[in-house]
Structure formats: C-alpha cells, structure tokens
C-alpha cells in the first residue's frame, strides 16, 4: 500500500524563523496536497500540485513538489503565531486511483511561540 | 456557497450500539468520501461514493458500511459498535479530479 511519511512530526518554533516540512510517498502518484487542521476543526485545503517542479505560494507558506524523489515540502518563512496547526500531506493512489481516495500523511505538529 | 455539512456534531453511543452519521456534500459535487481520524491512526480512507455507486472501500470491516443518494447526500453506518470506533469521521466532496477534497466539520463519535 502506498505509504506516506511527513516528518518532523513535531515542530516547534519561534515566531520570525523560518523551517521546512518534508513529506515523501512510496510509489508514483499524480496529485500531491497539503491541508491544514487546527484543533477540533476540520480540514482545509491549502495547496493543489500536479506536476513535477510545481511551486505554490500563499503568505508565509510556500509548497513544492519533485515527483522523481517523490518528495514535497513545505517551507514555513519567518513564522508567526497564527501558523500554528497541523499540516498534513496527502497523495492520490496513482494510476487508476479515484477522486476521493487519498493517502494521508501522519501529520506535523507545528506550534510557534513569541 | 455552503460547505460539506455533518450531522450530528456528537455523538455518544455504548458498545454493541450502531450509529447513523449523514454528510451533504457542496452543491454540484458528486464525489463523496469518508475517513476515519483518531490519534493512533491518522487519517484512514472508509470508502467513496460517486453517483450512488461505491468506487473504492478501504481496510475497514464490513461493520462499515456506507450510501449515496441521488441528491449526493451520503449517509455512514456502523453496526454493533466497539470501543476502538471511537473517532471523528469526516466527509469531504469533490468537484473533479485536481480539486482538492473539500472536508466537513466531523462527526466526534464516543463508543462508551
């Protein structure tokens, strides 16, 4: 089954740094998101990559997606309180795979202090 | 424009229970999924429904059971229900392939 590894699992850090969140997947796929959850809400979706070397940004977060080391990251600059949630990565199944059936990452905590 | 709803929010039932969770997908999307999340696991796929038609199911037992109505409208079931059900179960829907899912609140169920 396709596996899908998000580390750190844990990240703390102070406001103004900057930090990369790394999320690597086992087998071709062709679609690549990462979402967002604050405590006790629900999902949402930040970015969308569907190709090789595509590059997102929104704020102070920016998204990325090399699908030959099957890696994207998300690269957190000059960190502010309101960032703290947890990210997680997600991939579709490939080749045949169906509109709503992804693979989660396990998550990174991220929580940011002053 | 409305998001993915969930009804209920909350939900607490006993062991041996079965529970009903319903879930209104956005206005035009046919795709409904459902996953599991709970902090042991993570987030693990239930099952997905496209115009009444179950696509794809994941690794959950048969006590798992789901719908779709012809309004999108989807429903989950859980049947003689255990302790380790316990969780919160999101929808999401989606419009097309290279959309993102769009996720409901969740429905916190507690198997006591």
């Known amino acids: 089954e396709l596996k899908v590894e998000q580390n750190p699992l844990f990240l703390s850090m102070q406001e103004g740094k900057n930090y990369t969140i790394y999320c690597n997947y086992s087998t071709t796929s062709d679609r690549l998101y990462w979402y967002r959850q604050d405590p006790g809400k629900s999902l949402e979706s930040l970015f969308v990559?569907?190709?090789?070397?595509a590059v997102k940004q929104e704020g102070r977060l920016m998204a990325s997606l090399d699908t030959k080391a099957r890696l994207s990251t998300l690269h957190i600059t000059a960190a502010v309180h309101d960032l703290s949630a947890t990210y997680f990565c997600?991939?579709?199944?490939?080749?045949?795979?169906?509109?709503?059936?992804?693979?989660f990452g396990r998550g990174t905590q991220l929580t940011v202090w002053p | 424009k409305a998001g993915v709803t969930q009804t209920p929010r909350y939900l607490i039932k006993t062991r041996g229970q079965q529970v009903t969770l319903s879930c209104s997908p956005i206005?035009?999307?046919?795709?409904v999924s459902w996953y599991q999340q709970t902090p042991g696991q993570g987030l693990q796929f239930l099952f997905e429904?496209?115009?009444?038609?179950?696509?794809n199911k994941g690794n959950f037992p048969g006590r798992f059971s789901g719908r779709q109505f012809s309004n999108s409208r989807s429903e989950m079931n859980v049947s003689t229900l255990e302790l380790g059900d316990s969780a919160l179960y999101l929808c999401?829907?989606?419009?097309?392939?290279?959309?993102?899912?769009?996720f409901g609140n969740g429905t916190r169920l507690t198997v006591t």
């Open positions: 206005s035009g999307h046919r795709s």
């Open positions: 999401a829907s989606s419009p097309a392939f290279n959309s993102p899912l769009h």
């Open positions: 990559l569907l190709s090789n070397g």
């Open positions: 429904y496209f115009s009444e038609t179950q696509r």
């Open positions: 997600a991939v579709d199944g490939g080749r045949g795979s169906t509109l709503g059936r992804l693979y």
